[in-house]
């Protein structure tokens, strides 16, 4: 069984770029939660995808998209990136309505 | 406003012994619990949950105690071992979207030999 990775590990960036992640779920899984973890804090929840929609999201302003493809793999986008983006973005995977939710390693991003 | 609380940063304790991670929480509507803990580097790992209706959970060197009246939950680790130093995360979620967990700041437990 194949857990959940995600793409790149590492990444930085200037204020006012855009910036892509990935994220590949779990074998299995069809629904796919990003997370933003900040130095210090704990994970807070960015959005959730299922069948390929958005299905809730935390407060994170618009310019936090994502999208999620047929094969359950997910990328979330970030635009006009600010200093305060620097953080470790954490997708997780499960069945839909099942818990618990299961973590990836994380890609950390640092805007500079 | 933190909807849950992790109100010890660290936690330090000699292998052998008990570990004892609090967590409360503020908002009656939440109705399941986990424990996640996390090595440096490393995405959170699932360690243990609880329904609310439950009191205790059990897994082995791990056991959840949930208190409803106080709005509090604790996760027991005995005998604490090295392999035990992470930092731990508690979680609630309150019925919704299932991806939507309230996570708290986490608590780094130290355990030495």
């Known amino acids: 069984e194949t857990g959940v990775t995600q793409s790149p590990t590492h990444l930085i960036k200037t204020r006012g770029q855009q910036v892509t992640l990935r994220c590949s779920s779990q074998?299995?899984?069809?629904?796919v939660s990003w997370y933003q973890q900040a130095l210090g804090q704990g994970p807070q929840f960015i959005f959730q995808?299922?069948?390929?929609?958005?299905?809730g999201r935390g407060n994170f302003p618009p310019r936090f998209s994502g999208l999620q493809f047929p094969n359950y793999s997910s990328e979330l986008n970030v635009n006009a990136l600010e200093l305060d983006d620097s953080a470790l973005y954490l997708c997780a995977s499960s069945l839909k309505g099942v818990l618990p939710i299961h973590f990836g390693p994380g890609t950390r991003l640092l805007v500079l | 406003d933190q909807q849950v609380k992790q109100n010890s940063p660290s936690l330090s304790v000699q292998e052998g012994r008990i570990s004892i991670l609090n967590c409360d929480y503020t908002?009656?509507?939440?109705?399941?619990f986990l424990w996640y803990k996390k090595y440096p580097a490393e995405g959170p790992t699932f360690l243990i949950s609880i329904s609310s209706i439950k009191d205790k959970n059990e897994d082995g060197r791990f056991t959840v105690f949930l208190n409803k009246s106080a709005k509090h939950l604790s996760l027991h680790i005995v005998p604490s071992q090295p392999g035990d130093s992470a930092v731990y995360f508690c979680a609630a979620f309150d019925g919704g979207s299932q991806g939507n967990l309230i996570f708290g700041k986490g608590t780094k437990l130290s355990v030495k030999p």
């Open positions: 995808y299922y069948r390929e929609e958005e299905n």
């Open positions: 074998s299995g899984h069809n629904t």
């Open positions: 908002n009656s509507m939440f109705d399941y």
